[in-house]
């Protein structure tokens, strides 16, 4: 019988929810544009980052090239808006459509594969992105300049600028909603039959699951969110530049799932909140950035490979084990 | 068409030293059994420390490539030490852990030499015949490679590579005869870690030194790997070679960024046309 109190996920629902209130009020303590400006970008960060999370951590597919999905999006908002002319909405249902479409693709390529050649593979599909997008440039409609590679394209909103304070109600808006949306999906039998693949590909299939469809649908759904995240950035930045494929944007998502907990959905949600706001709000330069992103990579991955919130869960059940055994005795 | 013809030479030479690279890694993935996605990032190291050589006033090649087998060695070890062997049954960390080493490297390489792409002074023509030139370190990097790719395939086929092989064929066996299967698996680690760094120190001159410059070999050597296995040497060679030709091919006739997406979509092919094709090297493991 489940004891009032104790849910399966420990103490991590009202632990989001004073983090949610926590970011609820500070904008209201009198923070400044900056902060503001970088914790909107670390709450599509955090999506980004959980996005991940669905493919590369619920159903176990070492994903290296999930920024494909975030360039997508952030490209086609780019170019629909500034060269076609078509209005932000537009543009962003767009985008959202072609990054499923790229993550139905990149899906239906990386199903049959296994372990780490689905993870050379996905490496090697988001590089070509970036190297092609780098070399790629447009003409702009308005001057003899071009746009694209390193410099970017921008993304024209046709409103007035966001102000900082609406852009950082609507990422934290759109960050809960999309936690939500995971948390669902992951206790869904959809999320049921991903941790089962993520377990163990022979048994699933000897249980009749058909784990191809399976994990092209699980690309599909990272995909899109990967995508919404995409359409959030470039609203909030208003450029898109070949960066948004580099390999660095795929690993941060690797890193902030690893990091948090895989397959966890809230600690790389976590993760990607608290490093990109520690280190961006301290202003360490980019490079340092990924640096430090490294190093706790692969300090994590060899002391807790279960990451933060894996490590919790472990000692909390540990714990129970452990009461279990003085109640019985 | 002399050009051409220079630029086939050019992707010879430089298809050689890929092939010491490639070897590397099919060394690694055959004792160590994982895909190590940080073999690049001692490449790279290679070829900053023939930069800083250049730099210093130290021309000599053969210096470069001492200096970079000693430092990569010792990398190679305390990475393979450290951070592979206790992590190596499970995939994802081995993955996303090596190319995590290998970005902490790049970024490394960026704050210290600067993101923008340096070069070193290839030195005067050593001999034009008809249009085409040979230079002192190409033909040096060219022979130098051959000679290590010999000397690696002699070791492997004499009784000092007996250890290798068989923790390579049956790890249990290897530790039941009394070998240390840890030992050799991260020596191996180091030593194939510094044949990389050698290859970036022969290649130094010939191409842009930048904190990326390592991602373009590490996919040509993963496909050499893939197509190939860890035993015949000379296939490596020749498919290195042949890859080297056909990346310095279409950078010749396309244009320079073309010969890395050409190399990506070779990767992409060869794996989605032969999903099944390598787990026969890393078997034994369910993933």
Redesign the interface.
Known sequence: MKKPGISPYGRIPGALAAAAGVLLLLPLAGLDAYFLNVLTVGFLLAVFAGSWDIAGGLA?Q?S?GHALFFGTATYTCALLTSLAGLPFPLAAVAALLLSVAAGAAVGV?SA??????V???T???G??AH??F??QTFFSPRGAYSWGGEGGIPVLLRLQPLSPWTAYYAALAFLCFATWAMLRIARSEEGLIWTAISG???SARASGVDILRHKRRAYVVGAALAGAAGVGFAACVGRATADDFS??LS?QA??FA?VGG?GTIVGPVLAALVLHSLLQGTGI?P??R??TY??A??LT??FF?GGVVGALRERARSRRMVQAKGEAL | MTPLAQVLLDGLFTGASFALMAAGLALILGVVKVVNLSHGAFFTLGAYVAYVLDDRGVGNPFAAVFMAAVIAFAFGVFLGRSFINPVRSHPFSVAVGSLGFAILFEQAAQMIWGPHPISIDLGDPWVALGGVTLRRWGVASFLLSLGLLGGLAFFLSSPWGLPLKLVAEDEEIAGSVGMDVEKIRYLTFGAASAIAAVAGALLAPAIAISPTMGRVPLILSLIVVIASGMEKVWNIFFLAVGLGLLSNLSAYLLAPHWSYLLLLAVICLLLVLRPTGLSATVRGRDY
């Open positions: 176990g070492i290296l390529l049959p594969l296994k372990g780490p050649f993870a050379l593979l490496l090697a599909l590089e070509a190297e092609f780098l070399g163990s590909e022979l390999l660095e690993f690797a890193t690893a895989r330069p490079a340092g990924v640096l490294a190093l990579l692969l991955l060899r490979p």
